[in-house]
């Protein structure tokens, strides 16, 4: 199959007309597949359901569910219908998910019924004028509780062809929250008719090469921006997208296999993860339909991808970028293989960084992170003070991130600002030693903080989630100490180590550690009063 031209709509519709009986979906577990025909048409029957419950070009629809089978189908129905979607958080409490409902302004609400518990407590925190409906989920097939509606019953008896009136819609996709309530990243609905899709977005798939042929494992949560995206992006080229429930590392290996994978994203947490499998299971599956492997949303231990690279070759790409459009970085395995370390140089946007004070630095010096890029309309939903906290004096935006760059301007990341340690007025990065110890056999994950310490303002401890629970010990939180410092320099290293069941980390990579500080610190830590001040 050629690649489609400029001209060419790139959304399902075009597919269905094409190749209607070729698999958009595939779920992993189960084999089931979704045609581009089956796509069209029940993306249409929900953009016309939408149409009925009063969303016209502009509204917004909030979606609550598990990776489900009926996702991607409503996902397109929101860009057929000109919406802006908000995927939430299916691991949220009612409060929390109601929180992101009624921030967002959605006037249709869907979730699913594997979620009707705490779907119908959300029900009592969100405005009665919200629309509200429920879609069955795989072994969860009840009645949806009072107040929701069916979705199947709702949509199945509407017509299939498109609306008279259909246009781009885009997202409306929400931050973690890993250091407050989630904001919201409100960008520009596109313009002109439908399947022209997002330039950006569009112009980063030209890149990876998606067509026709393209089959991609999607591994992570639909409600996070980077696996929701390319989904999106593979079905806008008539490619495959092959859907998870959740991440389990022998498990893809298998769905490589199985499915002749092309494409994969991964977060840096899989790749340990992959690597910790014995090395028997780790050669028994044939991964030579990989083409191409992206990874991002967190910062990847270099010796990690090493590892990777030895093992499926020079096909992982990387790219460093954020929800809010700040700017992008992207290097290739090529790239990365000259320069370990790096994220790459910029594609979006002019690279600065900036110290303290505000002054722009030399090659090589550390300081914060900013992309000037006047493209980028993005803002933070409704919050215009916190969108003016993403900028300095020059309009510049920042992820909050520490790097510094080489004379040919390839990005290297230190640690994130907030992230900073401060023990006898030494600034400490603990990226660096969460980064030695995952490598050690026995860790699975780790996270390094600053705790309390009463002469030196904070000591440097290690929380570590092993890959045995039951080998935790005095004597292996010597040795990782030592192991430690035998990579790097004594003040860097945890002066002591607790063991934990489970690091509090997001699906997309991301550690929440103000969780961890929390309980060293209480509601409030220095890492917190830090950014405030610099933020005021």
């Known amino acids: 199959m050629e690649e489609p031209d400029e001209a060419t709509p790139l959304y399902p519709g075009t597919w269905a007309r094409e190749r209607p009986d070729h698999p958009a979906q595939i779920l992993a577990e189960t084999g089931a597949v979704l045609t581009y025909r089956e796509l069209d048409e029940r993306s249409n029957q929900h953009a016309r359901l939408f149409r009925e419950l009063g969303l016209e070009r502009g509204g917004h629809v909030a979606l609550f569910m598990e990776n489900h089978p009926r996702y991607l189908e409503l996902v397109w129905a929101a860009l057929r219908a000109g919406l802006y979607y908000t995927p939430i958080n299916c691991l949220l409490t009612a409060e929390e998910a109601a929180y992101v409902v009624e921030d967002s302004d959605a006037q ?57 009136d259909e246009s781009e819609g885009t997202s409306l996709w929400y931050s973690s929250g890993t250091t407050g309530r989630p904001k919201g990243v409100l960008r520009p609905l596109p313009e002109g008719v439908m399947g022209r899709g997002d330039p950006v977005a569009l112009s980063f798939s030209r890149h990876w090469g998606f067509d026709g042929r393209t089959v991609q494992l999607s591994l992570g949560p639909l409600y996070h921006a980077a696996p929701i995206g390319y989904a999106t992006n593979v079905q806008r080229f008539g490619g495959t997208v092959v859907l998870t429930e959740r991440f389990d590392p022998e498990d893809t290996l298998r769905a490589i296999e199985r499915y002749r994978i092309t494409f994969a994203h991964f977060v840096p947490t899989m790749f340990t993860r992959l690597l910790k499998l014995p090395e028997a299971t780790r050669r028994k599956y044939d991964l030579s339909s990989l083409e191409k492997v992206v990874h991002g949303a967190a910062p990847c231990p270099a010796e990690v991808k090493k590892r990777m690279m030895e093992w499926w070759g020079p096909i992982i790409h990387e790219y460093y970028a954020g929800t809010e459009g700040a700017g992008m970085t992207m290097i290739t395995p090529e790239e990365w293989l000259e320069r370990p370390g790096s994220v790459g140089q910029s594609k979006r946007g002019i690279i600065h960084i900036v110290d303290d004070d505000g002054n722009e630095l030399a090659p090589g010096e550390d300081g914060t992170v900013y992309f000037e890029d006047p493209n980028v309309r993005n803002v933070y939903y409704k919050d215009p003070a916190e969108t003016a906290a993403l900028q300095d004096v020059h309009g510049w935006r920042t992820l909050g991130d520490v790097g510094h760059v080489d004379d040919d301007g390839y990005l290297y990341l230190t640690d994130r600002w907030t992230f900073k340690i401060v023990s006898g007025g030494v ?50 939180e010597h040795e990782l100490v030592e192991f430690c410092r035998h990579h790097l320099a004594h003040f860097k290293c945890p002066r002591s180590i607790d063991f934990i069941g489970h690091l509090p980390r997001q699906e997309n990579g991301k550690l929440y550690k103000k969780v961890l500080r929390d309980r060293y610190w209480g509601a409030v830590g220095p890492a917190d009063a830090r950014l405030a001040s610099r933020l005021s």
């Open 108 to 164: 249709v609400l869907v979730a699913s019924t594997r979620l009707a518990p705490v779907a119908d407590a959300l029900r009592e925190h969100i405005p009665a004028t919200v629309s509200c409906l429920m879609a069955q989920s795989s072994g969860a097939d009840v009645d949806p509780p009072t107040g929701w509606t069916a979705l199947e019953a709702a949509a199945d008896g509407s017509s299939t062809s498109p609306l008279p």
């Open 427 to 476: 600034n400490i990065f603990p990226r660096e030693a969460e980064d030695i110890l995952v490598l050690h056999p026995e860790v699975l994950d780790a996270a390094v903080i600053g705790v309390p310490h009463d002469e030196m303002g904070e000591e440097v401890k290690g929380v570590v989630q092993l890959v045995d629970p039951e080998r935790a010990s005095p004597e292996l």
